[in-house]
């Protein structure tokens, strides 16, 4: 039994910290909009998920404080108690608590035993008190609520025929009315049974001829609906049964058959039915034919079949069953194995293009197409919403704020952007650097931005938006924005600008991502040590991605993150130097042209003019010091990066590879300009250029050489679109 | 409530009008106004006028009167625009049909969504 709940916590240990996550959020917009009732909805769902799940793992400690949580948020669904700022207060210190209960047994944290006892009695003051007292007490009431809760939550689907006398008319009662009341309890379907209406010489104008066949699905019990016709019943037969029930044994998406429901309905005898299926006509066209059963009848059992059919889809169609749960390693798992699956893929390739068998190259091609489509379908399991990250945010900024005296407001746009799970994780402490940063240091005070002329509530924006292979994610503040001066005083102080040099504003900003670095007078909690932004920048380039700062004196600045979108397997554009394989991303290349030994040089300066414009380009040869004779005519491998076109000179291209991303050893990991290896068909190694870091490198000895009087690089980066 | 003929090439084709109460009060008129126009018409068209209020009678007459015109071998049907009312009614009182009642020879029930 132990092991069962064990197993039961284990699968419900990701949900709990999702639904705390749904529940966050739901609190914080609520807090911008208190009368929104689908956030209360939002909320009091993940709180009775929460609580009921709860209970089934056996956490009857959460399961019993959310309950008193519930109880309250069902006042306000009922619209007996308003969100006010110490609800939500309160609510997500009860939040944070139910985190630190789950941590206990997940993540062996702590929990303060006395905190749940503080936060129901904090609840109880703000409800009404009959609500406080009937409510708020021990876990013998949660169990009942809960039962109570899910009998109502609970659909079930009537079948009614009710039959009024002939001389209903005459009371005054008006069936119609009757069968309108029916329909508002739930989804309903309503048939006239008119086969008694007889030819007009023998109508008599009070009488009532029909009667009612309806079908309603619903969550109320049989004596609603007996509530409906209490006026009814001296004058008329009603005939209540349940023909399908949530959670009852016969769930399958199918329902019975036409003759089946007839003979249930008492409107066709058995023997009926079985002349009917002898005839080669379907069985509701025999009975019609022949006079068994009236048309009306027939259609009647027909909307019932459809009616419980369609319910029964929408509720197999409700149930998760449409996704599950998998451990992250398995999918680990899973990608390692699509990647080994990948490098023999392209051994294969190789062989059969040696071998030049035709049959064998139409295997390999098909063998191809199918491992790039199983790496796709794997990527994309990996790929999960950065919104989700997004939520954390919203609740720290509010807390910040507070504790700094600010207002500020974090919006976001994008959240729906999908990045793959290892990135989105490793992402989101630099994230935290980096609106903290935000706020202490751009964000001003309330009073300082209105003596600006801006509005008191400042604003940090957090966006995130797919661009090609990669992933751009913005955080944008209308605050201060940087001080150059101050940056540069301290580059100066730190000797890392020589006192007469004017950099670029880039150049400085760039300065601010160095390890010990920071300008901030006061150190607070949050930031001004120094220690944050140069921990952001190895975060990121350990993603392989990198960071982009613009800020505007007094308006504000903006940093913008660019990541792959995966670091498992990448499209490579392949390339050859000598013996030795280099891979470029894909993504990153925009063209490849040739380049002659005698144009080689200009000015003594690595540029290339490329339908009329100059692109520097980057000897790989020089840069990786590899010996031999370089061909008579190299290739230049043109690449966009961060607004620039720079070229790298290779021997030979190869061309597209797929590339599975293997880290390099503890020895090789300092090599600048690398980022990674990949094994090749043959088995020999291909390494993958760090794109960017390679023209910083070069930028670094361009503005070297600038400094010593040249200044060709910068300008043609500058210039070239 | 009214009604008029008047002679066509096919026979004598008769237009009540409907307005009104067309509650269980007026039901015995209305029914009147039908028999009277299947005896005189080969062919009956129904029109609806101001209408203020209808309940399941109104529908149970015509549904009477459709089925005496085909036994008869007559055409009865709904001409005009529906007002909401009937239509209301119609659906509220579950008249919709798929198909027509074995007495439907002519396949003109009136209540099948057209």
């Known amino acids: ?110 929990a303060d035993e006395n905190m749940a006892s503080d936060i129901i009695a904090t609840l109880k003051k703000l409800l009404p008190s009959a609500a406080a007292t009937r409510s708020l007490s021990s876990g013998m009431s949660a169990k009942t609520g809960q039962k109570e809760q899910k009998s109502n939550l609970r659909q079930i689907t009537y079948r009614i025929r009710f039959r009024p006398s002939k001389g209903i008319f005459s009371s005054g009662t008006n069936p119609v009315l009757l069968l309108r009341e029916l329909r508002r309890l739930g989804t309903c379907r309503v048939l006239a049974q008119t086969e008694a209406i007889p030819y007009l010489e ?101 909307a019932e079949q459809q009616h419980v059919r369609e319910m029964r889809e929408r509720r197999h169609g409700a149930e998760p069953t449409s996704s599950i749960r998998v451990a992250t390693d398995r999918l680990d798992t899973l990608v390692n194995l699509v990647g080994e699956l990948v490098t023999v893929q392209a051994r294969l390739s190789q062989t059969a293009l040696t071998r030049g068998i035709p049959e064998f190259l139409s295997i390999a091609e098909e063998v191809e197409r199918l491992t790039v489509l199983l790496r796709d379908k794997t990527m994309n399991i990996r790929m999960l919403p950065i919104g989700t990250t997004f939520s954390k945010f919203k609740r720290a900024v509010r807390d910040l704020s507070a504790e700094l005296g600010k207002e500020i407001e974090l919006t976001t746009e994008g959240a729906e952007t999908e990045l793959d799970k290892t990135v989105i994780e490793r992402l989101s402490d630099p994230l935290v650097h980096l609106i903290r940063n935000s706020m202490d240091h751009g964000i001003e005070t309330p009073e300082v931005r209105e003596a600006s002329g801006k509005p008191r509530r400042g604003t940090i924006h957090l966006s995130a938006v797919h661009s090609g292979a990669h992933v751009l994610i913005q955080i944008k503040d209308d605050g201060a924005g940087l001080d150059t001066q101050a940056i540069r005083a301290k580059a100066v102080e730190k000797g890392l600008v020589a006192p007469d040099a004017t950099p670029s504003d880039k150049e400085l900003f760039r300065l601010i991502l160095m390890p010990d670095f920071s300008t901030a007078k006061n150190v607070t909690s949050m930031s001004g040590r120094g220690v944050g932004l140069d ?121 597209q590879h797929q590339t599975v991303l293997k880290s390099l050893g503890k020895f090789y990991r300092e090599v600048e300009g690398i980022s990674g290896a990949t094994i090749l068909g043959d088995g020999t190694v291909a390494l993958i250029l760090d794109l960017p870091k390679l023209i910083s490198i070069a930028e670094q000895e361009e503005n070297a050489f600038a400094r010593s009087g040249g200044k060709a690089f910068e300008q043609a980066t500058a210039d070239v679109p | ?48 006028g101001s209408v203020t209020d209808m309940d399941i009678s109104c529908l149970q007459l015509l549904c009477s009167a459709h089925r005496s015109a085909s036994r008869m071998k007559k055409q009865l049907s709904l001409s005009g625009d529906w007002p909401e009312l009937l239509k209301q009614t119609v659906e509220e009182a579950g008249y919709v049909r798929l198909a027509g009642c074995r007495l439907d020879v002519n396949h003109s029930c009136l209540w099948i969504k057209r």
């Open chain 1, 202 to 302: 023998d109508y008599e104008a009070d009488d009532c001829y029909t009667f009612w066949d309806a079908i309603l699905t619903t969550n109320r019990g049989r004596n609603a609906i007996e509530d409906i016709f209490i006026f009814a019943k001296d004058m008329s037969e009603l005939a209540i049964e349940v023909i399908d029930e949530e959670g009852g044994l016969d769930d399958e998406a199918s329902y019975k058959r036409l003759g089946e429901i007839l003979l249930d309905r008492g409107d066709l005898t058995p023997k009926d039915l079985q002349k009917a299926l002898q005839s080669k006509k379907k069985v509701g066209e025999t009975l019609v034919e022949n006079g068994i059963v009236s048309c009306d009848k027939v259609e009647s059992a027909l």
């Open chain 2, 1 to 48: 409530m009214d009604i008029t003929f008047r002679d066509q090439q096919s026979g004598k084709q008769g237009n009540i009008t409907l307005d009104g109460n067309l509650t269980v009060g007026q039901a015995g008129e209305v029914r009147m106004l039908l028999i009277k126009a299947l005896i005189d018409a080969d062919r009956v068209d129904v029109v609806f």
């Open chain 1, 535 to 655: 921990v952001v920048k190895k975060a990121i380039d350990a993603l392989r991605g990198s960071i982009e700062i613009t800020s505007i004196r007094g308006a504000g600045a903006m940093i913008t993150l660019k990541l792959p979108l995966t670091l498992a397997i990448i499209d490579g554009f392949l390339t050859k130097i000598g013996a030795e394989h280099f891979i470029f991303p894909l993504a990153s290349v925009e063209e490849c042209i040739e380049l002659k030994r005698n144009s080689a040089k200009s000015n003594g300066r690595h540029l290339v003019n490329v339908r009329g414009h100059m692109v520097p380009y980057i000897r790989l040869r020089e840069q990786f010091t590899i010996n031999g004779a370089t061909p008579a005519i190299e290739q230049i491998v043109i690449v966009g990066e961060e607004g620039h076109r720079v070229g790298f000179t290779v021997d030979n291209v190869i061309g």
């Open chain 1, 1 to 110: 039994m132990e092991d069962i709940i064990g197993k039961l916590r284990e699968t419900f240990k990701e949900e709990a910290y999702e639904l705390l996550a749904e529940l966050e959020a739901g609190l914080l917009v609520l807090e911008n909009n208190p009368g929104d009732m689908e956030q209360v909805g939002r909320v009091f769902r993940a709180m009775h998920t929460i609580k009921g799940s709860g209970a089934t793992c056996e956490f009857q400690g959460i399961s019993n404080f959310t309950h008193e949580l519930e109880t309250a948020f069902d006042l306000v669904r009922k619209g007996k108690l308003l969100v006010t700022k110490e609800l939500l207060d309160v609510t997500l210190a009860a939040r944070d608590h139910i985190e630190s209960l789950f941590d206990v047994y997940y993540r062996d944290g702590m």
